[in-house]
């Protein structure tokens, strides 16, 4: 089922109308490249909001978690299709 | 002026926000369970696992059996809340009376807002049409339109995944009730359609033509609700965001490990006491009443409430009222679900500080505002140590507190 992963990983986003979208993400060396954003949700920690990205490739499901107050981006959870 | 209310609901609402998030699981049965545990309970199933007889309250292992390759994932309320709210605030910028009845239903009143059934059928195809494109595509509801909130919401109910239903007028609500049954009516379940058989009624439309008194004299007051809902009088309003409020408010937790360990139970009932407090004075209320409930593995249940003399709202004040139940109790059965909570909710006495406990309420604000500012339990009691993996953020249908 889902592997929760919370590792530190660096992405590429654009940013249009409002919206900020991750477009690439590298983790553990690798880089991979975000075919679809499907879902954004919010997650509160005390007062800090949190935006969770429920992104895919071709074959993996991912969850980025973007705390915009230590700018820092991490992948939280991997769903590996098959 | 034609009355216009317009009701939408989503559609299996958790399991399909789910298959918005993650493509690879739609057009496959899926479950949204409370717990993964064998006896977790499923509460949103996928229309695909409607199909393989998985429905809303099966259990883990059931669905298992059922069908072996089921998804079954844990609930996620942050997921659920945030496209509540972006399906609100989409809904409430076509009104200004709007009802957000639960996670996945609101009402709205288009009275004024709309001319004719026909531009409020219109302006509901925008509203699927805005849920697809600025929450998700694979998000589907079905919304009922209509002259009373009752038979609005019965549209939406038997409108097929994505459809918009219009009665506009009480002559078709006949042909409308002729293929349904008494339990396809909101507010009447199997324990109500057995009483209503018992009167003589047996279908929607023996309802519609029952006597006023008849109903009156078995159902009291509800009993004309009943009458004026399915023969299209509206006795209802939509309600106001202070109405909406519970009279209560109260938490429960299935054990995961059943006991009679009263050190256990403690924790757990000091845990979930502190959210009842937490709720109690965001709201900036008191109670004066504080109810205690256990059921155990024999299915026998226990439970005391008791009115108070003075109103509590911290959470130490309610724990020692529960706290007293438990502790007295001799626990013969292992125990397997914990209930606590509170009533008699009013706004705070200004001689609350007199002849209250102003220490701990005092206390209680400060340790609020420190876990609101950086960690909900940043701070705790020592009795709560090792309870972080228990009694976890949960979400239910009728929570509509985001």
Not at chain 2, 275 to 292: C, D, F, P, S
């Amino acid at each position: 089922m889902y592997d929760q992963i919370n590792e530190p990983i660096e992405v590429v986003v654009s940013f249009k109308e409002n919206n900020i979208l991750p477009k690439y993400f590298s983790w553990r060396r690798k880089i991979y490249k975000v075919n679809q954003v499907h879902l954004v949700h919010t997650s509160k920690i005390g007062n800090q909001i949190l935006y969770h990205f429920s992104v895919t490739d071709e074959t993996n499901y991912f969850q980025l978690v973007f705390n915009p107050f230590t700018l820092t981006w991490i992948l939280k959870t991997l769903y590996s299709n098959g | 002026m034609q009355r216009i209310i317009l009701h939408l609901d989503m559609n299996s609402y958790f399991a399909s926000v789910e298959q918005q998030a993650n493509p690879f699981f739609r057009n496959k049965p899926l479950g949204v369970c409370a717990y993964l545990s064998p006896n977790g309970c499923i509460i949103a199933s996928s229309l695909e696992a409607k199909k393989v007889g998985i429905k809303t309250g099966c259990r883990v292992k059931e669905a298992k059996k059922l069908y072996p390759r089921v998804i079954l994932i844990e609930n996620d309320p942050d997921k659920y809340r945030t496209v509540t709210k972006k399906f609100f605030k989409i809904m409430g910028g076509y009104s200004g009376s709007f009802e957000p009845y639960s996670i996945d239903e609101a009402f709205l009143d288009l009275t004024g807002w709309v001319k004719s059934f026909d531009q409020a059928w219109l302006l509901a195809a925008e509203i699927h049409q805005r849920i697809s494109s600025d929450i998700g595509s694979w998000l589907r509801c079905s919304i009922g339109i209509s002259f009373t909130k009752f038979l609005a919401k019965f549209g939406s109910d038997i409108a097929d995944a994505g459809a918009t239903l219009v009665i506009p007028s009480k002559d078709i609500l006949d042909d409308l009730y002729l293929n349904h049954q008494l339990t396809d009516l909101w507010g009447i379940n199997l324990r109500l359609e057995k009483r209503l058989n018992n009167l003589g009624i047996w279908s929607i439309l023996d309802l519609k033509n029952a006597s006023v008194q008849l109903l009156l004299q078995a159902f009291g007051k509800y009993g004309y609700w009943l009458h004026a809902h399915v023969n299209g009088v509206e006795v209802d309003h939509l309600r106001s965001s202070a109405e909406l409020w519970s009279k209560s408010i109260g938490h429960s937790y299935c054990l995961p490990k059943q006991t009679t360990d009263k050190k256990y139970l403690l924790a757990i009932l000091y845990k979930l006491t502190a959210k009842v407090g937490e709720r109690l004075r965001e709201r900036n209320q008191t109670a004066m009443g504080v109810y205690i409930h256990w059921s155990c593995i024999s299915r026998l249940c226990y439970g005391k409430s008791f009115k108070l003399k003075k109103p509590v709202a911290s959470t130490d004040d309610i724990f020692t009222k529960a706290h007293q139940v438990l502790h007295q109790a001799i626990l013969k059965d292992k125990v397997k679900m914990l209930v606590v909570g509170v009533f008699n909710l009013s706004e705070p006495s200004k001689q609350l500080g007199l002849f209250g406990s102003l220490a701990n309420m005092e206390l209680a604000e400060a340790l609020d505002k420190i876990n609101h500012r950086y960690h909900s339990q940043m701070i705790y009691r020592g009795r709560m140590w090792k309870t972080e993996s228990l009694a976890k953020d949960r979400i239910g249908f009728r929570k509509v507190g985001l």
